[in-house]
């Protein structure tokens, strides 16, 4: 997965539809839910977007719980940051735009502290790194470089 919603513990798929909504809200970004939005395996898929010199997106799929429970699929693994154990409760198939993770990150992270964001299995993003962030410089491009090397 390119970037993942982690959790300790495995969750509704409308309190993390309802989690990213209000992140979305809160960023200012725009979140569009077609009426196609839930795929045969539960899994509902909805898409963020802002335009900031270029437009930026993210496809997000919010996972069932009872697949964070079963962890049938390859991509649903248990996730070890700092010694405890996370379920991906949400993710992307990438991670390319810089701009938009940070800011879901931080809205997201600040209305779910106990979560962390994952890009790529590599880089962690904890409330507390990004309000770092947030608080010296806010967002710049290589942000996530940076976080990276204190991975």
């Not at 990213?20 to 045969?40: D, G, P, Q, V």
């Not at 390859?74 to 991670?95: E, P, R, V």
């Not at 390319?96 to 790529?120: A, C, G, K, V």
Request: proline share 1%; with cysteine.
């Amino acid at each position: 997965m390119g970037l993942s919603i982690l959790s300790q513990k495995a969750i509704n798929s409308e309190e993390i539809l309802s989690g990213i909504t209000m992140a979305s809200l809160a960023s200012n970004l725009s979140l569009f839910i077609s009426e196609n939005a839930i795929n045969e395996d539960g899994r509902v898929e909805l898409e963020i977007k802002k335009m900031y010199e270029n437009e930026e997106f993210l496809t997000v799929d919010i996972i069932p719980k009872r697949e964070q429970i079963e962890q049938r699929e390859k991509d649903l693994l248990n996730i070890t940051y700092q010694q405890q154990n996370y379920l991906m409760i949400a993710g992307t198939s990438d991670a390319y735009f810089e701009h938009i993770i940070y800011d879901l990150s931080l809205s997201y992270l600040r209305l779910n502290p106990d979560n962390i964001i994952s890009i790529y299995d590599e880089i962690f993003i904890t409330l507390e790194s990004i309000n770092n962030i947030e608080t010296k410089v806010g967002y710049y491009s290589g942000w996530m470089k940076e976080l990276k090397k204190e991975c």
